[in-house]
Nanobody, 123 residues
Framework: QVQLVESGGGLVQAGGSLRLSCAASGRTFSPSAMGWFRQAPGKEREFVAA????????YYTDSVKGRFTISRDNGKNTVYLQMNSLKPEDTAVYYC????????????????WGQGTQVTVSS
């Protein structure tokens, strides 16, 4: 059993920044890829970013490229999402995800999900 706990969400004005964290605990496995999804009201869950275990490979959905940065600290079993230049359309619940490789994480087919953290961007 693996637990993923997100933190760092909140309310921010458009143009502001937030840094999300996701800490994994329990029977974590290595190597593993991690990533972030988000879901806004009335919309399907959307892939945001993913990172390989080595951090040599990162992936982003087009709408966040140049604004968001995913990183990880394997010693802390933690993945981060630095979100800059936030827009109202970034408003969503953000979910952490973990899986054996970036292919399964990017498609939402990894093994575990966090409970989500709310990000609200006001105009």
């Amino acid at each position: 059993q693996v637990q993923l706990v997100e933190s760092g969400g909140g309310l921010v004005q458009a143009g502001g920044s937030l840094r999300l964290s996701c800490a994994a605990s329990g029977r974590t496995f290595s190597p593993s890829a991690m990533g972030w999804f988000r879901q806004a009201p009335g919309k399907e869950r959307e892939f945001v970013a993913a990172i390989s275990w080595s951090a040599d490979f990162t992936y982003y959905t087009d709408s966040v490229k140049g604004r968001f940065t995913i990183s990880r600290d394997n010693g802390k079993n933690t993945v981060y999402l630095q979100m800059n230049s936030l827009k109202p359309e970034d408003t969503a619940v953000y979910y952490c995800h973990i899986g054996g490789n970036t292919a399964v994480v990017r498609t939402g087919r990894g093994a575990y999900w966090g409970q989500g953290t709310q990000v609200t961007v006001s105009s």
